[in-house]
């Protein structure tokens, strides 16, 4: 049993209510003689050359991203490793040791590209960026930013986890020097950015804290609690696949997210900003420290500012931009992002801000030089407005998503940079994204408008292909044969045959033979991609089909600081899309829930299999009524009291139908976040 170290996506919050996870380990795939201890295989001379090709595709022998990295190293801790209050490591910055230093000499099995990437992503510790501001990096997903003010500190993004947080803060102060926190900025509303903002509190005196200015973008407090609630548990399901959760930390297995490690899973929490900044061009002086702000909203996240320090000549990007392509549609599943808007702001932060001397961002290393700003400016945003406009030219062309995918390439003037290469979004699912932007799902073609389901196409395709037998042996021979192909006809063999063996397993999901083939494409294929969600999908994908799914789901427990400080009318609409339909068919209950310390009551309406609700007066009449308050109310979502036995404690007062109650609440789903992806 393989034990999972590494958390969940931080960017939603359901997302991160995943618990560690143990594998099944009653498969009887049968383990490959060149597997690992995960069941990984070994890579194919296929994968070598395709791997040694990508050394000459990109210009290798330019240092600088390194030299940056490293610049104004104050002091690291080379045994980094952050422990949640359970014992489980939440935090291991040596398991990642086994990654070249300097980037160079990538193990066969991971793409050199990729390689680099993840060596940059292990250079940590806390650094000085100019006069006045230091970096904290590498101590969790994203970036720590620390300002120095007349009399205190200013501190940007307190990470995803408490216990992170906590140790990086200490570490900065350890030092840096004590001097009161004057303020904290969220830049945005993604919680890699404010969910361990606890960590910093507990270490703040009364007095600090009574006079500490908690500054985000207007809409933080809606979106960085609200953001993706209602499609949480599949979320959740899908970051485990793209960040590689149950994924070994070595040459086979996880590297790091591209945009970072990965993220802390730890404690987390929030805080309620006291500054709330509307629009581009408000400007704050915060213990000295003039700021003027650019709201970027809509772009990466529906709530985020980048700023500009006068004083320092610095630039914060915030995610707006960073050193890897983003994503224009995450692979976990979000709604997709718009391209155009994305790369407006990113141009409008070029010419607004200028005079930059510096640049820093919530993720990865600054950069220094006026010229070096402007240019990785303008090469970020070239490389999303090129993606979006070539993608639209296409697709009025009549081309269907994977045609565009498979057809667009950056230029050469946009391939000559790393940090805007395909670490952790891509040119290919982020062109598709931008299809989905305009035209969404159907590509017009009659024949994709109403197939059968995966499974019973599946059954079908393989009964005409002659039978199961029959195609596991083809597929085997194409699987040898792709080995002494070319490197792009190879990795061709390999897409085709994951599409093939897909069919074949969700066919006959009892195959292991089916599956321990395409486990070894899916190994092929993760070990090739340059982009690290690519290769996490993949190799989980393997690890799944080797060790069947994960015991643990979902516990929403984790996420109760965040909850208590979701608006109830939230809860209500997860509550609707959890209704399971058929047994309300006929149903007409109507359930109020009075708030007694947010004075507040909503009445909640069964009708026609939807559940529908409105704020209303504390006097309305109900089937039934409860009342109680918002932590109890959150206490009986995430489960950590029963309904029942919620019913006879004191904390809840039930009128009305006890029956129609309890029939109401029997009637709403528990999706866990365990459904199966890679068998049917
Ligand atoms: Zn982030």
Known sequence: MSKVIIPDHPFSLPVLALLL????????????????????????????????????????SNRDDFANARRGLIAQNPDLVVRHPNGTTLWDMPAYDFIDADGSNAPASVNPSLWRQAALNNIHGLFKVT???????GYDLANMSIIESDNGWILVDPLTAKETASEAFLFARENLGEKPVKAIL??????????GVQGILQHLSEVEKQNLRIIAPAGFEEEATSENIIAGPAMGRRAGFMYGRRLSRDARGHVGTGLGKGPAFGTFGFAEPTDLIQQT??????????????????????????????????????????????????????????????????????????????????HHWPLWGQQNIQDFLAIQSDTYKFIHDQSVRMLNRGLTPNEIAENLRLPAA??????????????????????????????????????????????RYIAMMGGADQVLNKAQAQFDAASNMSAEEGKKSYRWLAELLNHLVFAEPGNTEAKALLARVYDQLGYQAESAPWRDFYLTGAFELRNGGPDEGINPAVMENIMLNTPVSRFFDSMAVRLKADEADGEFITIKISFTDLNESYLLTLKNSVLHHQKTDVDTSADATLTLTQPVFVDMLIGKVGLKELLFSDDLSLAGSRLDFINFFSMLDKPDGRFNIVIP
């Open 414 to 459: 946009l391939n000559q940079t790393f940090h805007n290469q395909g670490y952790y979004g891509t040119v290919s699912h982020n062109a598709k994204a931008v299809y989905q932007k305009y035209m969404g799902w159907f590509t017009a073609n009659p024949a994709k408008l109403n197939p059968l389901p995966e499974p019973e196409a599946a059954e």
């Open 21 to 60: 996870a143990t594998a099944g380990c009653n498969s009887n795939v049968p383990t490959a003689p060149d597997a690992n201890a995960a069941g990984h295989t070994a890579p194919t001379q296929v994968t070598i050359k395709a791997n040694q090709q990508v050394l000459q595709e990109r210009p290798f």
């Open 131 to 137: 006069e006045g501001l230091y970096q904290i990096r």
């Open 186 to 195: 969220f830049t945005h509303s993604h919680i890699d950015h404010f969910g």
């Open 281 to 362: 061009g408000d400007t704050l002086t915060i213990d000295g420290v003039p700021m003027i702000f650019q709201v970027v909203s809509g772009s990466e996240a529906p709530a985020e500012f980048t700023f500009y320090l006068p004083d320092h000549k610095a630039f914060c990007g915030a995610e707006l931009v960073s050193s890897n392509l983003h994503n224009l549609y995450t692979l976990r599943g979000a709604k997709v992002r718009d391209a155009l808007i994305w790369s407006g702001f990113i141009d409008e932060a070029r010419q607004r801000f200028n005079e930059a001397d510096i640049y820093f961002g919530s």
